[in-house]
Nanobody, 126 residues
Framework: QARPKESGGGSVQAGESLTLSCLAS??????????GAWFRQAPGKEREGVAA???????IYADSVKGRATISKDDSRKVLFLHMTRLEPDDTALYYC??????????????????WGQGTQVTVSS
């Protein structure tokens, strides 16, 4: 069964930038209706919300990445993006994209989303 698929992860040095992409396959509803988000999970830690974007393009960011992250989407290609600058070792994690159909009351909470990708690893070395 098709599911969202992330790409763009890799190993970078602290201070560098990275853009993650997520092709939104298998949603079961039009991408233009979707509310999308990025989450991350570091070893030994809980999965946490990084950024989310409404169907209309309004973003919301976790405090930990505010000012360093930009979430965006391309409706024509059904792709969700996360661009991060000034990466830090604490940004090292497995990054996941997630989607839901209707606006969530808590857009950076894991239970708010039903469609998940498998993750892409981001490793930031100092």
């Amino acid at each position: 069964q098709a599911r969202p698929k992330e790409s763009g992860g890799g190993s970078v040095q602290a201070g560098e930038s990275l853009t993650l992409s997520c092709l939104a396959s298998g949603l079961g509803f039009p991408f233009t209706w979707s509310y999308g988000a990025w989450f991350r999970q570091a070893p030994g830690k809980e999965r946490e919300g990084v950024a989310a974007i409404s169907s209309g393009g309004d973003p919301i960011y976790a405090d930990s990445v505010k000012g360093r992250a930009t979430i965006s989407k391309d409706d024509s290609r059904k792709v969700l993006f996360l661009h991060m600058t000034r990466l830090e070792p604490d940004d090292t994690a497995l990054y996941y994209c997630a989607f839901r159909r209707d606006p969530p009351s808590r857009p950076l909470d894991v239970p708010s989303y039903g469609y998940w990708g498998q993750g892409t690893q981001v490793t930031v070395s100092s």
